[in-house]
């Protein structure tokens, strides 16, 4: 017999299973820890969802915007490879997450390096804050399960990296950034400004008192401020 399905109750318990795994990690974190969250007994939530990893599944199908109505959590392919491929699938290549940068990095000079520099700061910045909630389980899971923790390294954070690393390069050999600033590093500690900004101030226990906006906009003069070449006044 099919089980119940209620795509209401379905997305509570996705969205409670996205927080709990985003905090707590797959190994840590317990059936009863989502039941408790989203207000339901542990025996109702195995109506709905019958493994860890089906909840997994559900959450992260979730944060992709691809848990709809008609999804139902049993009877599907809800195992780690089916997890990694929806993520392949669902999130496309660097191109997609990052156009403006992508394209950049094979652009001739622009008429201003600074428009340029803060629109492709802005669209990294927005991306990472609208998908924070998956990388935060992304993140914490990939300590346990080795396959989600490769795909974050690689085909989301080392093709940022990689893409932004070649654009600042690109940019040093036309003379309009610094080159004392571009060296081994400076892409990460720009994504790391980018993200604590767009992602981890949302979870910091002593925020600064920036809304969204204000903190776009100071990852941008930060990323300007650091890779623009200086003029002499």
């Not at 969250?37 to 992709?64: F, M, N, Q, W």
Request: net charge positive.
């Amino acid at each position: 017999m099919a089980r119940p399905r209620d795509a209401g109750r379905l997305a509570r318990i996705a969205d409670a299973a996205l927080g709990v795994f985003g905090r707590s990690g797959f190994r840590l974190a317990q059936m009863a820890d989502v039941a408790r969250a989203c207000g339901l007994s542990p025996g109702t939530l195995y109506l709905s969802v019958d493994s860890k990893e089906a909840l997994l599944h559900i959450a992260v199908r979730h944060a992709l915007g691809r848990l709809d109505d008609g999804y139902a959590a049993t009877g599907q392919a809800t195992g780690l490879d089916a997890t990694i491929a929806l993520l392949r699938e669902a999130m496309g290549g660097a191109g997609t997450r990052w156009p403006l940068l992508r394209t950049a990095v094979t652009a001739p000079p622009p008429s201003d390096a600074a428009a340029e520099l803060a629109a492709i700061i802005g669209e990294i910045h927005e991306q990472l804050s609208a998908q924070r909630r998956l990388i935060w389980l992304l993140d914490h899971c990939g300590r346990d399960l080795p396959a989600l923790g490769a795909f974050l390294a690689t085909a989301m954070r080392g093709g940022l990296l990689a893409d932004l690393e070649a654009y600042a390069r690109a940019r040093v050999a036309q003379g309009l950034f610094d080159p004392i600033a571009v060296r081994p590093g400076t892409s990460r500690a720009i994504v790391e400004q980018v993200s604590w900004l767009a992602m981890h101030r949302h979870a910091d226990a002593d925020p600064p008192p920036l809304d969204d906006a204000a903190a776009r906009r100071l990852t941008q003069d930060l990323a300007c401020a650091t890779l623009l070449r200086k003029r002499a006044p």
